[in-house]
């Protein structure tokens, strides 16, 4: 019983992982850039979400296409701007980049919100659903049903739409899509955009269950990166594989280790995934 | 030498930056792995340093025991993670500072955890103290640009430029990738692990957060960047500008100093892609050219 306890609680866990990681893995895949950004994205997103229910009274759960909005925005610019000069630049090129622009928006944050942690509570909690013996937080499985239909949504839009199959195009093979005259430069934007969207949106689910703080933002690449790298690079999928496998690994080794090893515990993983499969389970590899 | 304590400090430091941004210079700019493994080395030379001389062991002992367990650790590593390429090695060598950190933090019975380390302080004064490590640094940082320059000027350092241009074809033409890789990267901890050694001693008080910190990585890349990767005056060059700039930026912007760093940087992928050595000063200062 014990078990199947901790395995929902990692499935649960792993809906929202999933809608962390498939921006990021979406712009790895495609642009064959580390976004360092992300992890601030989802922050972003998150504070967004906050002062909605503070100043506006919105629940966090409708808050999300303002998080969206303010995101897709704020990435549009940050890739036109600047992320497009350096494309094709080596790794350390666009790896410090990003992580310089990252120290620039984290520290405005510090700044503009100041670094005290904060949390959505409810005025009416959600409250608990038992079903069999096994407790689950009716906030949590709403946010990981929300974050599991968000991925849905962005899965029918690569494939159903002229634009995602462009973007897919783009992460098969750079230079045979803008033979079949795809216009890359706008479709690295957009791919940003969507990367930094779905961020926004994990932000403002997470907002109810993470604690907010611009001293998080690694936290959340970190996740990101393993589950990347769990799944498989740049397809939805492989994100949702990576997500669902990472959250039901940190349950399992939180029960196994102790909570403040299972952090630990997923980087070793992620090391030897690296060494022995890079490729991840899903088996889609990104540049090398 | 100037009595100030604060001058002295600060070229201690600037000595500190020069050992750092050499020694990623070997790894980073001469084989073209970018590695952000130097936190890990750092933290790891600076721990073993401590808890050998809390075990009681002399303290000129404790520095050269810091420096061999970087050097073994790499070693190791670099025989794991050197197979790796691109943004692959980068994470993976991120990703050895935390999981370093996170194991010192839990060994609270050997390392004190994130109660920090506490090291005994010198019987010298003030003064004595601040000139003694300085004078240990700027020897550790001698030593290190004669490793650079030797390795440059051999071997090892025109294999690991041929690994850089082109592994394969280096392997080809009869160079042991794995194993010159593997020495640039043991290079590129060795004295890195002593500086954290000294660093430790120095400072008398170190925590897993401070040591470990992924600023220790990202700086000596930085610093490379501004320079120029590949020489040995290029990282000198731009650990005494980047020292300059953080001291104007730390002075003047006590709550953003992260975000003009992270200007710096931006602006200097953007406007010294190929570091301050490659600018053509000539040209930008209008002399003309013969035609």
């Known amino acids: ?188 934007a957009l791919t940003f955009a969507i990367g930094a969207v779905m961020a926004g949106a994990a932000g403002s689910l997470i907002s109810l269950i993470y604690p907010i703080s611009p001293l998080n933002s690694f936290m959340f690449l970190g996740k990101a990166f393993i589950i990347c790298v769990l799944g498989g690079l740049g397809s939805v999928s492989g994100a949702m594989v990576g997500g669902l496998a990472l959250g039901v690994l940190e349950s399992f080794g939180a029960l196994a280790f102790g909570p403040e090893h299972a952090v630990t515990l997923s980087f070793i993983i992620l090391i030897l995934f690296l060494l022995f499969r890079p490729m991840g389970i899903m088996g889609k590899r990104g540049y090398d | 030498m100037v009595g100030n304590n604060y001058v002295i400090r600060l070229a201690t430091i600037m000595m500190l930056y020069c050992v750092l941004a050499l020694s990623w210079n070997f790894i980073g700019g001469l084989t073209g792995y970018p590695s952000f493994a130097t936190a890990a080395f750092f933290g790891l030379g600076a721990y073993t340093g401590a808890v050998c001389q809390g075990q009681g062991v002399p303290m000129y002992l404790a520095w050269i025991f810091g420096a061999l367990m970087a050097a073994v650790f790499a070693t190791g590593l670099g025989l794991a993670i050197l197979r790796l390429r691109g943004h692959y090695f980068a994470i993976a060598s991120l990703v050895v500072a935390d999981v370093l950190r996170e194991i010192v933090n839990s060994a609270t019975k050997l390392t004190g955890g994130g109660m920090g380390f506490n090291l005994p302080i010198l019987k010298l004064g003030v003064d004595a103290q601040a000139k003694l490590f300085f004078y240990l640094m700027f020897v550790l940082a001698v030593l290190t640009i004669v490793s650079a320059a030797y390795v440059n000027r051999h071997r090892l350092g025109f294999g690991l430029r041929c690994i850089k241009q082109n592994e394969d074809a280096a392997n080809m033409i009869g160079i042991n990738a794995t194993i010159y890789k593997t020495a640039a990267f043991t290079l590129s901890a060795v004295f890195v692990g002593w500086a954290g050694a000294f660093y430790a001693s120095w400072v008398n008080y170190i925590e897993p957060g401070d040591v470990f910190d992924i600023l220790f990585s990202v700086k ?46 931006v602006a200097l992928i953007f406007y010294l892609p190929n570091g301050l050595l490659a600018v053509d000063f000539r040209r930008w200062l209008g002399w003309r050219r013969n035609r």
């Open chain 1, 1 to 188: 019983m014990l078990y199947l306890q901790v395995l929902v609680n990692g499935l649960v866990l792993g809906g929202l992982y999933t809608c962390i990681a498939v921006g990021f893995s979406l712009v790895w895949g495609v642009l064959n850039i580390i976004n360092i950004l992300h992890g601030t994205f989802v922050v972003i997103g998150s504070y967004a979400a906050y002062f909605a229910y503070l100043k506006l009274g919105i629940h966090p759960f409708l808050s999300i296409p303002i998080a969206a909005a303010i995101l897709f925005v704020l990435a549009y610019l940050f890739q036109s701007g600047v992320i497009n000069k350096v494309v094709a630049a080596p790794v350390l090129t666009t790896l410090t980049l990003t992580f310089g622009l990252d120290l620039f928006l984290n520290n405005l944050l510090i700044i503009a919100f100041k670094a005290d942690y904060r949390k959505v509570t409810l005025k009416n909690p959600l409250g608990v659903l038992d079903l069999a013996g096994i407790t689950i937080p009716v906030d949590k499985l709403a946010a990981m049903v929300l974050a599991l239909l968000l991925t849905g949504l962005l899965f029918w839009v690569l494939n159903a739409s002229r634009t995602g199959r462009a973007i897919v195009a783009v992460r098969m093979d750079r230079e045979a899509a803008a033979l079949m005259g795809v216009k890359v430069r706008k479709i690295y």
């Open chain 2, 220 to 265: 000596p890349i930085v610093m490379v960047l501004l320079g120029k990767t590949g020489t040995v005056s290029g990282p000198i060059i731009g650990a005494i500008v980047f020292l300059f700039l953080e001291e104007l930026v730390w002075r003047n912007f006590l709550t953003f100093h992260a975000g003009v760093l992270g200007l710096i940087v």
